[in-house]
């Protein structure tokens, strides 16, 4: 069964696809241990995500997932406002591409993020903390917060923004 931080390890390796990685590496880029890194590209290799023998993305099957699955198997969990970072329509790089009609932004909480707004319960515990540190996975992770958290046309934006991200 798929946990959100096999779709966490998934998006970092999408991310960085040509960079060869350890478990030790990519655990404590996202802040998780490397038995559950290895757990978690076992399962997203199970699922097809990820290639078995090359540990790569399968970039269309990750899409798939992402666009038509990802709000469904972790949907968003609004909550109260707090300090944070922007995730989502309030985010680069889906912002640029929608005008705000939001009231409060939603925000992932994180103390020392520089935004307040309404908490959006991140996809796992850590990604704050491995956004904060790379920049490619933040844009992956805010666009993917489009889709679980985002009206018709934030998730229509989006899905079209994480196809080109994807590509890349």
Known sequence: ??????????????AHEHRTWTYEALATDLGLSPSATHAAVRRAAACGLLSSATHEPIRPALLEFLVHGLRYVFPAVIGRRVRGMPTGASAEPLARYLASTETSPLVWPYARGEARGESLAPL????????????????????????RAGGARVRQVAAALIEELLRR
């Open 1 to 14: 069964m798929l946990k959100p931080q096999d779709v966490l390890v998934s998006l970092k390796l999408a």
């Open 124 to 147: 796992y515990e850590t990604v704050p903390e491995a956004a904060a540190r790379d920049p490619e996975l933040y844009a992956l992770l805010t666009v993917a917060d489009g889709i």
